[in-house]
């Protein structure tokens, strides 16, 4: 079963404000924690390789606002915005740009590698696809364990071409997974578009060779997200198995790095700016003043206090030590607790 949903600026419909105003926030936190690392990047202060998720923050924040705190969620290159939906701590995430001893994931891992145990967040890995079947492998054990959790994996529209994609659909229908596949369609895979590469550009399509529902959304309509992911929550809790979402979207800046890299004769300057013109931010910032849940004067207020909340993070990164040099070696290989016995 596949269907499409392309609504722009859904209803709110059964929506609290509170719940609108929310998603506005971490949406505007994404995208303002973003903006600072690429002017860090450009300045030379960050040297790790940085994927921005700019223009796809109505994604990761849809999706998130649909689960609970001990829910999984698996990323990839560019999780920023996974991290910082599903809760993960802002100042962690910064020292963790700089590579700082404070970071969330030790300085050790950067922008690729992020961590945050404590909100389901077990680590993101920038080889594509690889962490499909791990969000299948979790799961598993969810369905094994009866713990009523459910695991999602988001990933690009290129990794629907790795072998793992369509292996890890296949057993997760057949064993009826409670596991949400996320597909972020930004129609580009690095500097390939999605045109040059597939005959049929519908991957919800894919769906349906194992049998699970297979849904198009406005990737950039966050309450239309939020809907879609709320169904394919309930469906998982209920042991119905698993959903593939295929969120359109678009990432205003190049594969890597700041730059819009319209030098590059990649994308035209029309195409990037026809999908600025449909900025997920201010869509909702429209669609709370349209319908009278929220002032000018509040949203300024939120804006503001997002801003602080950046600032703030990065003088808690500038403050963080960097990693002592004899540490190198440590999680390395398993190490026996002091005091253990011998094997």
């Known amino acids: 079963m596949t269907q499409r949903v392309d609504s722009c600026q859904t209803a709110v419909g059964d929506l609290s404000p509170h719940q609108l105003v929310a998603m506005y926030r971490t949406m505007l936190r994404i995208r303002l924690l973003e903006e600072k690392a690429g002017d860090l990047v450009e300045a030379g202060e960050i040297g790790c390789p940085v994927h ?47 590579c700082k001893r404070d970071g969330c994931a030790g300085g050790r891992g950067g922008s690729m590698h992020v961590y945050a145990g404590d909100v389901g967040i077990l680590g993101t890995v920038p080889m ?17 364990k009866d713990s009523g959790q459910v695991s999602v994996a988001f990933f690009g529209d290129g990794a629907t071409e790795e072998g793992v994609f369509h292996e890890s659909l296949n057993i997760a229908s057949l064993y009826d997974l409670p596991v949400i596949f996320v597909c972020e369609n930004n129609l580009y895979s690095s500097h390939l578009p999605l045109s040059a590469r597939r005959a049929v550009d519908e991957l919800h399509l ?34 119905s198995g698993p959903t593939l979402l295929e969120c359109m979207t678009y990432r205003w800046r190049g594969h890597v790095g700041p730059r819009l890299d319209l030098d590059r004769g990649i994308r035209s300057e029309a195409e990037l700016r026809a999908w600025m013109d449909r900025c997920p931010i201010k869509g909702l910032r429209l669609h709370l003043i349209q319908y009278g849940l929220a002032t000018e004067d509040k949203l300024e207020t939120i804006q503001q206090e997002v801003r602080n909340e950046v600032e703030e993070a990065l003088e808690y990164a500038y403050r963080s030590p960097y990693p002592e040099g004899h540490e190198v070696a440590k999680h390395v290989f398993a190490e026996k607790e002091r005091g253990s016995a011998d094997a």
């Open 128 to 144: 594509v696809a690889a962490t499909i079947p791990i969000a299948v492998g979790a799961a598993l054990s969810a369905s094994i």
């Open 52 to 98: 921005l998720y700019i223009g796809q923050e109505a994604v990761a924040t849809g999706i998130c606002a649909a689960l609970e705190p001990d829910d999984y969620v698996w990323g990839n290159h560019r999780s920023h915005g996974h991290y910082l939906a599903k809760g993960g701590d802002m100042k962690a995430l910064m020292a963790e740009l700089l």
């Open 206 to 239: 894919h769906a349906v060779p194992y049998a699970i529902p297979g849904i198009r959304v406005d990737g950039n309509d966050v309450v239309a997200v939020y809907r879609a992911a709320s169904q394919a929550v309930a469906r998982a809790r209920k042991g």
